[in-house]
């Protein structure tokens, strides 16, 4: 199965300024999938990047916010821009693990506070 | 639009006892039903998954169970221990392969020693 190594952990950003994040994962994958978890809500689908072709964003996300890296099969990163307090969220990178018993693998989480 | 709801948001508990947490989502055409489990400041943990043709899985003291036509999932945690204080979420996986999870909110659990 795979292990997912996101970085950083956590950060306090100015507002008006970017974060990215950058996940790395320990074996080839097709699809990296972001997501975003506000506070005191459910995880929500941010875009799905897929190496070699431009990521797919959900809807009430943009590219302009929130544009994706995936240089490879390996690691991607979300960056977060033009930041705004809320923005402030807890962001996490995920692959599917290859196995069907266990779903999919998450990274730790980005904990991003903005002020 | 498919929703998934987790009740309760929170349940406290004595350590030893078996407990229940339940999930339902609303258009039943899902791919896959998958429990994951969320500790402070770190990512999710995959428990148990669930594929549309099946009906339950087991792993050691958790066992989930899955009924498509009624639109509910649960979790069932046997001999609970402090240890598995942490939050459990449940996510509906979307028909067609399209590999998008549905998240609910998720229930806080606390067992307390």
Known sequence: ?115 | KQEVTQIPAALSVPEGENLVLNCSFTDSAIYNLQWFRQDPGKGLTSLLLIQSSQREQTSGRLNASLDKSSGRSTLYIAASQPGDSATYLCAAGLQGGSEKLVFGKGTKLTVNP
Do not use: H
């Open chain 1, 1 to 115: 199965s795979a292990v997912i190594s996101q970085k950083p952990s956590r950060d306090i950003c100015q507002r008006g300024t970017s974060l990215t994040i950058q996940c790395q994962v320990d074996s080839q994958v097709t699809m990296m999938f972001w997501y975003r978890q506000q506070p005191g809500q459910s995880l929500t689908l941010i875009a799905t990047a897929n190496q070699g072709s431009e990521a797919t964003y959900e809807s009430g996300f943009v590219i302009d916010k929130f544009p994706i890296s995936r240089p490879n099969l390996t690691f991607s990163t979300l960056t977060v821009s033009n930041m705004s307090p809320e923005d402030s969220s807890i962001y996490l990178c995920s692959v599917e693990r290859g196995n069907s018993n266990y779903g999919y693998t998450f990274g730790s989480g980005t904990r991003l506070t903005v002020v």
